[in-house]
């Protein structure tokens, strides 16, 4: 009965055509396979009553019962709240309604026994419940202790009467005919070893548990499965193209050793060895390599990508870098310019705005085999852009780009495919990259180049811009040159931020004799390469700008980083602009400029800025405040398309679950053996275009 899973959530009673709409566009709920899978988010303790003289601001939700002993309205027309003083034997609490205040005068009354849950908070010295769900008590709701599953709904689903309890109302009425419809989708051997509860029970209970450890390991089998089934596609990914492309073998090292011998111009970390040791290791093996290079910011990936390309050039083919912005493939150029030139080679830039005389020497040059290294944007996916014989192609800052547009990168070659290296300067969590990029084998740069001074970050709020203002101006005297940058361009209503044009005006009118660089994304490309070059040859000392200058813009000279309205950004980005100084050999600065008021994740995203260099520290610390669709961009949240683990928290499951798929995969790689035929059947059973392997189909 597989389709049942399949029939449109309209047939399901109590939901109709009209409340189906509404389910489908704002939940994404279109089939009964949806609904079932539409998981809690948490659920509410009813299991137990405290007294009302138990409760302190300190706790969660908690369930009382009692009377009303009186209610008033308060406040004026425009801003009535209710209040409704509720008693035990123990004592008294306030309750109170800001919105609907009218709706509920008519349904409460006074003397009548109450069922009340909701979180106490301490205001003044008093306690009070603020919008509280009640209930006049029943014999049901005062015998039946339960965990009451609280569901994500939005305010059109609350105002059409499709709040959480109804949610939970539709849930009840499928669950018991779904439940005898769910196929165990892993293993005995899987399920024994890890003690998982069955698949059928495992979603019965994490709708409606019995107690607090069932619903855990529920939850705990449900997180496993889908972790499993995540791996298990990105290993079997890993596997068909070991097995389908071979790669080019390059053994010959002559090139490397002449630059390494004559024209290194510092000497290589060891964990920059080591990567270059995989990545060697890599390109002689007769497979093609598909490898992530991540590093913290200056960690030196571009030496160690121009390396690899030497070993390529050396076994006659060529090399490309792909770089997502015009600014950072042109800055790639020059940096890679000075290498290649060295060692006799010839390299182009290939962008948006190469002039076309350029492209046609270029694309020749390429085609000849004369051209032996080509950076540049998405310009070199073009059909245009044929190589003689491409051996390694690498790409910048890979979560910019699609698995697709990585792709188009091999089919430059006949019959044989290019080695891939992927680089990111954003450092990713374990956990996101064994989810992400769980078909790459990795490699890792952990350690900063001798003689790098870590740069100081401190925090300060809007009331100390003297001060900041007086060290600006220490530092320009010293010779140093300072970013400033701002979180938006032109004013909106909605956010009170000091823009990027009322920025400029008063450091213009702070540091009246300093002569000023700005730089933003609405700027023609001519105007911001003018901007930024005044700025790299020290016309100008302080460049004001948006986050255009986060990703690798290098100006040895600039030593001080402010940023204003810092408690806006994300981590990652904070962490991205910092690394844009201490790029030299003088002490940097990074500068915190916040408001007093603060998040409780801006306070957290703060202080680990103020107490950490670590980018994977950084980066860990994002993942836990924002969850990983946010963390990755919107065009990678296909990949993460996770229903219940949330991979901030379940990074010690998704080990297991990894370790579990590789096994099976070792042991039997095409799922011929009977004891997987259950994997081997869920497979089969998705839509082809479906991501998470794990749902109910």
């Not at 439940?179 to 409606?208: C, G, W």
């Not at 150029?333 to 002039?355: N, Q, W």
């Not at 813009?553 to 980083?561: K, L, Y």
């Not at 910092?578 to 050999?585: E, H, I, L, M």
Request: glycine share 6%; hydrophobic share 40%; net charge positive.
């Amino acid at each position: 009965m597989q389709n049942f899973f399949d029939t449109k959530i309209e047939f399901l009673k109590g939901v109709g055509p009209q409340k189906a709409v509404l389910l489908n566009k704002e939940l994404g709920i279109f089939t009964f396979g949806d609904l079932v899978q539409y998981y809690p988010f948490r659920h509410e303790d009813r299991t137990k009553f405290h007294t009302i003289s138990e409760a302190n601001g300190s706790m969660p939700y908690i369930q009382l019962k009692g009377r009303i002993r009186h209610y008033e309205m308060q406040g004026p027309p425009r801003k009535r709240r209710l209040k409704a003083y509720l008693v035990d034997e123990t004592g008294e609490i306030e309750l109170v309604w800001f919105q609907g205040a009218q709706w509920m005068l008519k349904k409460i009354q006074p003397g009548v026994e109450y069922v009340v849950y909701g979180k106490p908070n301490l205001f003044g010295s008093k306690l009070n419940i603020a919008h509280p769900e009640i209930e006049i008590a029943s014999q049901q709701n005062l015998e039946a202790g339960y965990l009451q599953p609280v569901y994500s709904t939005t305010e059109l689903l609350k105002r059409k009467y499709l709040d959480s309890k109804a949610i939970a109302k539709l849930q009840r009425v499928l669950l018991p005919e779904a439940v005898k419809r769910i196929k165990e989708t892993l293993p005995v051997q899987i399920r024994e070893r890890y003690s998982l509860m069955d698949k059928n029970e495992s979603i019965a209970y994490v709708h409606f548990p019995e107690t607090p450890e069932t619903l855990q390991r529920a939850q705990f089998r449900l997180k496993f499965e889908e972790l499993f089934y995540v791996q298990i596609r990105l290993l079997k990914l890993k596997l068909a193209r070991i097995d389908k492309f071979k790669g080019m073998v390059f053994n010959k090292a002559e090139l490397l050793n002449k630059f390494y011998n004559e024209h290194l111009p510092f000497e290589l970390t060891n964990a920059q060895k080591r990567v270059i040791k995989e990545i060697y290791r890599d390109l002689r093996s007769g497979n093609q390599m598909n490898r992530l290079l991540q590093g913290d910011v200056g960690s030196g990936k571009t030496i160690v990508a121009f390396i690899c390309m030497l070993i390529a050039i050396g076994c006659d083919t060529q090399g490309a870098l792909m770089a997502p912005t015009e600014i950072l493939a042109t800055q790639h150029y020059h940096g890679l310019k000075e290498f290649a030139d060295k060692m006799g080679l010839r390299i182009a830039l290939l962008t948006g705005s190469t002039k076309k005389s350029e492209r046609k020497i270029i694309h020749e040059y390429l085609r000849t085999g004369e051209l032996h290294i080509l950076v540049g944007t998405h310009a070199l996916l073009e059909e245009i852009v044929q190589f003689k014989n491409l051996g390694l192609a690498i790409v910048d800052e890979q979560h910019r780009f699609g698995v697709a547009q990585r792709s188009r990168l091999w089919q430059k070659n006949e019959g044989i495919f290019p080695h891939v290296l992927v680089m990111t300067a954003t450092p990713i969590p374990r956990t996101l990259a064994m989810t992400l990029y769980g078909d790459l084998d990795i490699s890792t740069i952990d350690e900063l180049p001798a003689g790098r001074k870590p740069i100081k970050t401190i925090h300060r709020y809007d009331a100390n811009r003297l001060k900041v203002n007086s060290f600006i101006k220490e530092q320009i005297a010293l010779g140093r040159q300072v970013y400033i940058v701002y979180p938006l361009i032109e004013e909106s209503e909605k956010l009170d931020l000091k823009d990027l044009m009322d920025g400029y005006e008063s450091v213009a009118r702070a540091f009246p004799d300093v002569p000023l660089s700005i730089l933003h994304g609405k700027m023609k490309t001519e105007a911001k390469e003018y901007e930024m070059n005044r700025f790299v040859k020290g016309e100008t000392k302080i460049m004001v700008a948006t986050t255009v200058i986060e990703v690798g813009v290098n100006v040895p000279n600039a030593s001080v980083m402010i940023i204003e309205n810092a408690e806006r950004f994300g981590l990652a980005q904070l962490h991205q602009l910092r690394g844009r100084v201490g790029r030299g050999a003088d002490q940097s600065y990074c500068i915190l400029i916040s408001n007093y008021k603060l998040s409780q994740d801006g306070r957290v995203r703060l202080e680990t800025m103020v107490r950490t260099n670590n980018g994977f520290e950084i980066a860990d610390t994002d993942l836990q405040l924002r969850g990983p669709g946010d963390l990755m961009g919107t065009q990678q949240s296909g990949v993460l398309d996770l229903l219940i683990a949330d991979l901030g928290k379940d990074g010690k499951i998704l080990q297991a679950a990894r370790e579990a798929a590789l096994a099976i995969l070792d042991d039997d790689p095409t799922l011929q053996k009977e004891e997987n035929a259950n994997i081997k059947y869920q497979i089969a059973s998705m839509k082809k275009s479906a991501i998470n392997w794990s749902r109910i189909s």
